[in-house]
């Protein structure tokens, strides 16, 4: 079985209870990403060097946050360098259970508070505050799409 | 990194929020384990041939649940083969990163809640109702004793 099916499957359960019952639900989705973002960020940076810059800790964000996390790299990082940056994932693991479709592109919200969290808290870890936001353009589909033809 | 850890953060700090701002956080936290378990164990036996008796069910928690989620089997399975069983777990994954102490026993419930709530939805999903309970004797330690000398 996929090793990270676990992982999903908690994430969008926790989701779930903790937006049900709370009205906090989101923040304290976020506060959970927050402090497991603090302690990934702790274990996978013991034995690094220390960053040489900016760029140098979005770097490993994209790249040993993201795949310890997601199974993937993020797919394009951009700047506008003055400490605005912009990861996007083009297939992203915490939303490729639900489907695709307007109904759905509500609900998300519910599964990119924790991501959000997760990334505050491995930036905080490395010593840097930020405001992180997320934005879901269109869901991600399962395949593919597939080439079409007459 | 341990392919588990990330589970494993994310179950304590899951349990800490669910548990800090909700009444009913251990009543949440095993409905969450419920509904994974339902899942998993779904996902599990999608090709395996049906369960021969009520031993051959509890063989596949033991085994097969236990390892993809605490990456070991069970200790020791007892029964007094009136529908009563009892699964014993020496170093029980979710408790293994808090340090032993009396303390800390008394947290144990909140960390055990999401796994009750697991084995009843895995035990569900195979067509049996059935009611779980946990209890701790001692924490496990994180190394094994070492061997006393003069």
Chains 1, 2 share one sequence.
Request: charged content about 20%; aromatic content about 10%.
């Amino acid at each position: 079985m996929d090793d990270s099916l676990l992982f999903q499957m908690l994430h969008m359960e926790m989701a779930h209870a903790l937006c049900a019952e709370q009205e906090k639900g989101l923040g304290a989705l976020e506060g959970v990403g927050f402090r497991v973002g603090q302690g990934l960020s702790e274990r996978l940076t013991k034995e690094t060097p220390s960053f040489k810059d900016e760029l140098d800790v979005l770097k490993f964000l994209c790249k040993d946050l993201w795949i310890t996390v997601f199974k993937k790299q993020v797919d394009n990082l951009r700047t506008n360098h003055q400490g605005t940056y912009m990861l996007q994932d083009n297939n992203f693991l915490l939303l490729s259970q639900l489907s695709n479709g307007k109904q759905y592109l509500e609900e998300a919200p519910k599964f990119l508070a924790f991501t959000c969290g997760l990334v505050k808290g491995a930036l905080s870890n490395l010593g840097f505050d930020s405001t992180v936001t997320a934005e879901v353009p269109v869901m991600p589909s399962r395949f593919p799409p597939m080439p079409y033809r007459i």
